[in-house]
């Protein structure tokens, strides 16, 4: 992957997780969630921007959870924005298709 890592593959902590259906509270770097790094993140503002027209209160330092009606928003969303940000789109949106055939959402957990 380009834009996403996997936890064996994590330097260091400053990263978001994207953990599988609803975060339960206490849980984290799951081997079956994937990473962002939040200089990644930072360097394709795009996508932040995108993100954030479809779930305006996402925290960077909290817990987001996506649901499948907000990643078709997204989808939609993200067609308008430069080629960078539709590829982290679509690298994330495999992950994410799978996550959805057996869970309802998604969290993002903040760095």
Known sequence: MKYFV???ERRGT???EFCKGRW???TFWNDDSIY???DVLHENHDFLS???KVKPYFDSFGVTEISR????RLRSEVQSYPDG???MFRELDTWVMDV???YDCFTVLGI
């Open 85 to 87: 940000c539709r590829e």
């Open 100 to 102: 959805f055939s057996s």
């Open 6 to 8: 996997l936890n064996s």
């Open 69 to 72: 009606d907000d990643w078709e």
């Open 14 to 16: 400053i990263y978001y």
């Open 24 to 26: 339960d509270g206490e």
């Open 50 to 52: 995108a993100l954030m």
């Open 36 to 38: 962002l790094h939040d």
